[in-house]
Nanobody, 120 residues
Framework: QVQLQESGPGLVKPSQTLSLTCTVS??????????WTWIRQSPGKGLDWMGV???????YFSPSLESRTTISRDTSKNQFSLQLNSVTPDDTAVYYC????????????WGQGTQVTVSS
């Protein structure tokens, strides 16, 4: 059973950088045919896909967030991370990490989500 757990600050000031880490257990982030993604949901809005890092380390981002987003990984810790620069209150959301099955293009495991509020 794959489990994902997000961690990081719950409060970030405007213009600063939001940093979150997802720790994965029950499966390796380098296993073929899987990718590891970040998704967020702002109050009253739908799910917003942010970006993904594939098993080979290649990253892809939402065009609307690409200029502000970095996704990286630490294979020794089986973790992957999100950095979102220059945040504004519009970046307030619940942030989820998840596993994407690249063969089926289906997200099959989710973290529980972590609330991040951008406020001074």
């Amino acid at each position: 059973q794959v489990q994902l757990q997000e961690s990081g600050p719950g409060l970030v000031k405007p213009s600063q950088t939001l940093s979150l880490t997802c720790t994965v257990s029950g499966g390796s982030i380098t296993t073929n045919y899987y990718a590891w993604t970040w998704i967020r949901q702002s109050p009253g809005k739908g799910l917003d896909w942010m970006g993904v890092i594939h098993d080979d380390g290649i990253t892809y981002f939402s065009p609307s967030l690409e200029s502000r987003t970095t996704i990286s990984r630490d294979t020794s810790k089986n973790q992957f991370s999100l950095q979102l620069n220059s945040v504004t209150p519009d970046d307030t959301a619940v942030y989820y990490c998840a596993r994407l099955n690249r063969e089926s293009d289906y997200v099959d495991y989710w973290g529980q989500g972590t609330q991040v509020t951008v406020s001074s």
